[in-house]
């Protein structure tokens, strides 16, 4: 089939890398505009729009999608279906109408759990066991049109968001490839999804992000996880702002009793106290300064008794 891809982050590219390697013709790709980025804040293009240029594709970078020169160019493509990874834009009905075949969105859940925007740090989060990615027709509803297929893959439980997103896109780019196989022989049907089992995953902001060590362990161990890398698990200490990578619940048996929020430092470890049993810190990041090890921060801060995460 001629197809036109639309996706915009690096999670998109081993999709966009499986379809030009397939049997289907990549025609076009649609990502978003250039965006500043790196220290000197240049814009620079996302990465599905620089393999795309690479391989010498025609990029589209619609500032909206509604557009009527975008819509009036996919129209003269006349592509047969338009695979979408991580776009980023909600797609109108005008654009939805050109291809024969549809948008095939890869969405990141076992739809219809976790729909929305962030559904892989919402499994973590929550604690799923098993997570996966699905693809389903696009329709005006949020990530409700009917499935093709799915993939599934465990939750690990040292995963962080990143680590199984980056499965998953790969995971994913081959369940992509097999639902446009079976779209073009006509071997495959999507089905609606259940409405009695559909839950949200809202994008997590910087709130959302705040580890509270008055919780138990496994919520901090959830949290930290589910946020790394993005939006960035936070704590404060002497008020000022203290990024933290995952950390590492301890058994409750032969631990340090401390109170929530409270440190332990020795030369291998860094432990704090939780509501329950205490967790080990792994790597943070103090404002101003590049991440380090936990135990590297606290030689330098010495710690007091006194003094809480949280504070």
């Known amino acids: 089939m001629k197809l036109v891809f639309a996706g915009t982050p690096q999670v998109a590219v081993p999709s966009l890398r499986a379809l030009i390697d397939s049997d289907h013709e990549v025609a076009a790709v649609v990502t978003r505009p250039d965006a500043r980025s790196g220290r000197g804040r240049t814009f620079s293009a996302s990465p599905v729009g620089e393999l795309a240029a690479s391989e010498g594709i025609e990029v589209l970078k619609p500032e909206k999608v509604r557009d009527p020169e975008f819509l009036e160019r996919l129209a003269e493509i006349a592509p047969d279906c338009c695979p979408v990874v991580a776009y980023g834009a909600l797609l109108p009905q005008a654009a939805l109408d050109i291809p024969r075949h549809g948008w095939v969105n890869l969405h990141f859940s076992l739809l219809p759990a976790w729909r929305g925007a962030a559904p892989v740090q919402h499994a973590v989060l929550h604690g799923d066991d098993v997570t996966g990615a699905s693809t389903f027709r696009i329709v005006k509803e949020l990530d409700a049109g009917p499935v093709f297929g799915t993939v599934a893959e465990d939750v690990r439980p040292t995963d962080t968001s990143g680590d199984l997103l980056e499965r998953l896109s790969h995971s994913g780019a081959e369940l992509l490839r097999r639902t446009l196989d079976g779209i073009e022989a006509g071997t495959l049907s999507p089905v609606e999804q259940p409405n009695a089992e559909v839950t949200y995953a809202s994008k997590l902001s910087t709130e959302d992000a705040e580890v509270d060590f008055t919780a138990p362990a496994r919520r901090v161990d959830r949290v930290a996880r589910a946020c790394t890398p993005a939006p960035g698990a936070w704590t404060t200490f002497r008020g000022a702002r203290l990024k933290l990578g995952p950390v590492t619940p301890l058994p409750e048996a032969d631990t340090p009793v401390l109170d929530p929020g409270q440190l332990h430092a020795d030369k291998k470890r860094v432990i704090v106290g939780t509501s ?31 003094d809480r995460l949280g504070r």
Do not use: F, I, N, S
């Open 276 to 306: 329950t049993h205490p967790v080990v810190l792994g790597e943070v990041q103090p404002q101003g300064k590049r991440p380090m090890a936990a135990v590297d921060w606290a030689r330098g801060v010495r710690p007091t008794e006194d």
